[in-house]
């Protein structure tokens, strides 16, 4: 299982899935990330957390805590 955390800067991605529950699942889904969107890796911060993406044409900064519950092909 490949997910949003493994994606590297430059690359366009397809959300396949959403793990994780409650409260959690409901704040990813909620800043745009659900199934079949596509997620443009901007950058990745110098110690590696955040990485900022490019979802639904703006940007937005994601921990990478949160970035493992995305499956991507």
């Known amino acids: 299982m490949k997910t949003l955390k493994d994606a590297r800067v430059g690359q366009t ?3 396949v ?3 994780g529950e409650g409260a959690v ?3 990813i889904m909620d800043m745009g990330i659900t199934k ?3 997620i443009y ?8 957390d ?5 979802v639904r044409g703006y940007e937005l900064s994601l921990r990478k ?3 493992e519950m995305v499956e991507i092909i």
């Open 13 to 15: 991605v397809t959300v």
């Open 17 to 19: 899935k959403l793990h």
């Open 25 to 27: 699942r409901r704040r």
């Open 36 to 38: 079949n969107v596509e």
């Open 41 to 48: 890796i901007r950058k990745v911060a110098p110690l590696g």
């Open 50 to 54: 955040p990485m900022e993406l490019n």
């Open 65 to 67: 805590a949160d970035a």
